[in-house]
């Protein structure tokens, strides 16, 4: 039985790593966002308008950081060293504002929709 899973079951984690890396897991578009001593990178994340869109945030520093935008109605605390993924619904075209809840004067960026 076990010789069954494994052989069924890698085909879909080499799927899996593949859908991963080229940006997109089940037709969703994914972009990275690292937070890094105090600074998000890229500062601007450019998005395509009026498509669903999922944002994957990697804690790099040495304590817990938020990603926080009032306007799109999100948060999330990372502890250090941790990933997370937040889904967004289609946004218009605009800039939409993000920062970091325990760095806010060098942690902020923006989400461009074009």
Do not use: C, W
Not at 6 to 11: F, V
Not at 35 to 61: D, M, S, Y
Request: aromatic share 8%; proline share 8%.
């Amino acid at each position: 039985m076990k010789r069954k899973f494994l052989a069924l079951g890698m085909p879909l984690v080499v799927a899996g790593v593949l859908l991963a890396t080229t940006g997109q897991a089940g037709g969703l578009p994914a972009y990275r966002l690292v937070i890094e001593n105090g600074r998000f990178q890229p500062a601007v994340v450019e998005v395509k308008a009026g498509e669903r869109f999922k944002l994957v945030i990697t804690n790099k520093g040495p304590g817990p950081e938020e990603f926080e935008s009032r306007e799109l109605r999100k948060e999330k605390v990372l502890a250090p060293g941790v990933t997370r993924s937040v889904i967004f619904a289609p946004l218009k075209p605009g800039k939409y504002r993000f920062f970091g809840e325990f760095h806010p004067d060098t942690a902020q960026g923006r989400i461009v929709a074009k």
